[in-house]
């Protein structure tokens, strides 16, 4: 498993340029397979719209202290993008304006940023409905600086999200590094032993399951089942919701893909699950996600893609949500990701 | 035309052999979604066995495609590869249960 991201490494995929000429070529330039803009058009979707705002997502930085290897962020310990408390203080005041009802922070590890606790706090002064934090629950146990974080977390009211690829060791951690399991389960308890998690408990504590492969997740319920079971009998965990994501393949996945040589097979798979009823809830047509240096995107991926709203407001120091939802969305064949079976998004299923 | 038998990419192919009988070739899918579906058995379940018998009739194809269905499920390797052995198990039995057949014939021919 490596331990640097794409970018330190040099790895020629850490140049978003790359990546969307893999997606548009190969198969899709061939006409093998049809390109996303096709399925669109013909369910009359295409240019793609987005309806009202919801969400309001933040990507604080691109630092982790995990190098998981399906990150379609490229996130790692080495990754110095971090977002200024200017730029926090931007994302604040449209905050304190936005029709959205759910703030959502992701990177990295949000945790990591120098400012994180400072920003969650002024946030939720805003008084917004749902205010989520995707926690990769081994920060919490990566030093002594973070254990407080699920009192933190709850002094707040923070909805939790957390990623746990599996509920066996062997798969967590070949997917996101050695250790990774026994410290999610350490800090899976603690969340638990603030509240968080519990059966009626208003802390919200949701898990995120990515498979750890070249295969896409299956029924979300089913799955939420087996997570619940094996988690409650082997170390008496308790979560609310499994969100059931499907990998997009862009980045450090992308990379895992054409190596290992399942990217052709993968891009069918995507196709052949693509589920019209899926287009309508994508995660862009409520979402506006905004990068470390402030810049705005349909969605994360679309951020990691390096593709920029098509909006002439396309800076949080320009925000203007009227202008900004006025706009096409920007796709390519990286967005059957989010439209594979019951759909996925950071949300899990959407249809 | 490929110089091998089997061909990974063939499986992607399947659904075409409707388009030589359509009629035959929808009513096997139908048929073939319908037993895959939830029921008193679940599809984990059903997916498990599928795996079992796909090494049993050791169809390259079935095993590429049950492996992945049971990775998707969150289907453990430990889980399959018992599944598997179940197969197995069988098929041995069923070779050696004809054991009793030879020692009858063995018998009764024998003074
Ligand atoms: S997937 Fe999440 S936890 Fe893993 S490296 Fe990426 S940002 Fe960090
Ligand atoms: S990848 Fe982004 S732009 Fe494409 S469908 Fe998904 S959410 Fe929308």
Same mark, same amino acid.
């Given at each position: 498993?490596?331990?640097?991201?794409?970018?330190?490494?040099?790895?020629?995929?850490?140049?978003?340029?790359?990546?969307?000429?893999?997606?548009?070529?190969g198969v899709f330039a061939d006409g093998e397979l049809p390109r996303f803009k096709d399925k669109l058009s013909n369910i009359g979707q295409y240019p793609?719209?987005?309806?009202?705002?919801?969400?309001?997502?933040?990507?604080?930085?691109?630092?982790?202290?995990?190098?998981?290897?399906?990150?379609?962020?490229?996130?790692?310990?080495?990754?110095?993008?971090?977002?200024?408390?200017?730029?926090?203080?931007?994302?604040?005041?449209?905050?304190?304006?936005?029709?959205?009802?759910?703030?959502?922070?992701?990177?990295?590890?949000?945790?990591?940023?120098?400012?994180?606790?400072?920003?969650?706090?002024?946030?939720?002064?805003?008084?917004?409905?749902?205010?989520?934090?995707?926690?990769?629950?081994t920060i919490i146990m990566a030093n002594k600086k973070y254990n407080d974080l699920p009192d933190f977390f709850k002094e707040y009211n923070i909805h939790?999200?957390?990623?746990?690829?599996?509920?066996?060791?062997?798969?967590?951690?070949?997917?996101?590094?050695?250790?990774?399991?026994?410290?999610?389960?350490?800090?899976?308890?603690?969340?638990?032993?603030?509240?968080?998690?519990?059966?009626?408990?208003?802390?919200?504590?949701?898990?995120?399951?990515?498979?750890?492969?070249?295969?896409?997740?299956?029924?979300?319920?089913?799955?939420?089942?087996?997570?619940?079971?094996?988690?409650?009998?082997?170390?008496?965990?308790?979560?609310?919701?499994?969100?059931?994501?499907?990998?997009?393949?862009?980045?450090?996945?992308?990379?895992?893909?054409?190596?290992?040589?399942?990217?052709?097979?993968?891009?069918?798979?995507?196709?052949?699950?693509?589920?019209?009823?899926?287009?309508?809830?994508?995660?862009?047509?409520?979402?506006?996600?905004?990068?470390?240096?402030?810049?705005?995107f349909d969605c994360d991926f679309n951020q990691m893609l390096g593709l920029k709203v098509a909006s002439k407001v396309n800076h949080i120091k320009d925000?203007?949500?009227?202008?900004?939802?006025?706009?096409?969305?920007?796709?390519?064949?990286?967005?059957?990701?989010?439209?594979?079976?019951?759909?996925?998004?950071?949300?899990?299923?959407?249809? | 035309?490929?110089?091998?038998?089997?061909?990974?990419?063939?499986?992607?192919?399947?659904?075409?052999?409707?388009?030589?009988?359509?009629?035959?070739?929808?009513?096997?899918?139908?048929?073939?979604? @319908?037993?895959?579906?939830?029921? /008193?058995?679940? #599809?984990?379940?059903?997916?498990?066995?599928?795996?079992?018998?796909? $090494?049993? *009739?050791?169809?390259?194809?079935?095993?590429?495609?049950?492996?992945?269905?049971?990775?998707?499920?969150?289907?453990? @390797?430990?889980?399959?590869?018992? /599944?598997?052995? #179940?197969?197995?198990?069988?098929?041995?039995?069923?070779?050696?249960? $004809?054991? *009793?057949?030879?020692?009858?014939?063995?018998?009764?021919?024998?003074?």
């Open positions: 498993m490596a331990t640097k991201s794409l970018k330190a490494r040099h790895n020629e995929l850490a140049e978003t340029n790359k990546q969307l000429d893999i997606l548009s070529g793609l719209r987005p309806k009202k705002l919801e969400i309001f997502q933040i990507n604080v930085g691109y630092m982790c202290n995990q190098v998981c290897e399906h990150c379609h962020v490229d996130a790692g310990p080495d990754r110095k993008e971090i977002m200024t408390k200017e730029t926090m203080q931007q994302c604040l005041d449209v905050i304190s304006h936005t029709g959205a009802h759910t703030l959502d922070l992701t990177g990295g590890a949000p945790e990591m940023n120098p400012n994180f606790r400072w920003f969650v706090e002024e946030a939720a002064k805003v008084g917004i409905k749902d205010f989520i934090v995707r926690s990769n629950l939790v999200v957390s990623s746990m690829p599996h509920y066996t060791r062997g798969k967590t951690d070949k997917q996101r590094g050695d250790g990774v399991f026994d410290k999610s389960i350490q800090a899976l308890k603690k969340l638990n032993e603030v509240g968080y998690g519990m059966p009626d408990s208003p802390l919200k504590l949701d898990l995120v399951y990515n498979p750890s492969g070249a295969f896409l997740p299956s029924d979300q319920a089913a799955m939420e089942r087996d997570f619940k079971k094996a988690l409650k009998e082997d170390f008496n965990i308790e979560f609310h919701n499994l969100f059931a994501i499907t990998n997009l393949p862009i980045s450090r996945f992308l990379d895992y893909l054409i190596a290992s040589d399942n990217y052709e097979d993968y891009m069918y798979s995507l196709v052949e699950a693509y589920n019209p009823a899926a287009v309508a809830n994508v995660m862009c047509t409520n979402t506006i996600s905004v990068s470390w240096d402030g810049w705005l925000y203007n949500e009227e202008v900004l939802n006025d706009r096409n969305i920007i796709i390519s064949q990286h967005c059957y990701g989010c439209t594979a079976g019951a759909g996925s998004s950071c949300q899990g299923t959407v249809t | 035309m490929a110089n091998n038998y089997y061909d990974p990419a063939d499986l992607r192919k399947f659904g075409k052999i409707s388009e030589w009988s359509e009629e035959l070739g929808e009513k096997f899918f139908d048929y073939y979604g @319908k037993v895959f579906e939830e029921g /008193a058995l679940s #599809a984990r379940e059903k997916s498990l066995i599928a795996l079992a018998v796909a $090494h049993v *009739v050791k169809c390259p194809y079935c095993i590429d495609a049950y492996t992945k269905d049971g990775l998707q499920r969150g289907i453990t @390797k430990e889980e399959m590869m018992e /599944a598997v052995h #179940a197969g197995a198990a069988i098929e041995s039995g069923a070779t050696l249960v $004809h054991g *009793v057949q030879m020692m009858n014939k063995y018998n009764k021919l024998s003074m």
